[in-house]
């Protein structure tokens, strides 16, 4: 009995964050709706460089500045010794371009609903495009919302849904995710004015 509901709880979870994110997501940079801000949720980082999961979120993010239909960048994840994600998010675009006062820096990302969490109560975002990989999409938009961000994503293609072990582990994500926005009370709004985001 108990595995049952264990796998009905995951089952269901997991087809609620999907339907409640259908339709925000988006495959082109040219599609997405403007929004304020783009976030990039952080990921490996090697000698100072980007990984191909994260150099692509950045890829997305900037092709939006570009666009100007994003006029800023919020680049969210760990940023420690061993994990230096925000400080290299960070120089990577200020090397191609975007100023310095376009980028908000968060280092406390450590976790997606952190990351969102901290984008609406702490930067004040109300509205964002989401630029992760289409596996992660339905979650990051989930929470994004459950932040109270008014959030589209741009979906970025990737090998990962080819691996049952990613997706298995991407599923028990995604019930956490519920679990806990379902749970915990959203966080406050920035009052009245966003924290200046470190840069």
Known sequence: MATLLAAASLVGSNAWVSWTSHGYAYDSAATVPSRGVAIVPGSRVVDGKPLHILRSRLEAALALYQAGRVKTILVSGDD?????????????????????????????????????????????????????????????????????????????????????????????????????SALRARPAAAAPAPIVATR
Request: proline share 3%.
């Open 80 to 180: 420690t010794a061993a994990a230096p994600e925000v400080t290299v998010m960070s120089a990577w675009l200020r090397a191609r371009g975007v100023p310095a006062d376009d980028i908000w820096s968060d280092g406390g990302g450590s976790r997606t609903r952190e990351t969102m969490n901290r984008a609406a109560a702490l930067y004040g975002v109300t509205a964002a495009v989401v630029c992760t990989q289409t596996v992660n999409m339905a979650r990051s938009l989930y929470l994004a919302r459950a932040a109270g961000i008014d959030a589209v994503g741009l979906a970025l293609p990737t090998d990962l849904g080819r691996s049952k072990r990613y997706l298995a582990t991407e599923s028990l994500k995604t019930t956490l995710a519920f679990a806990e």
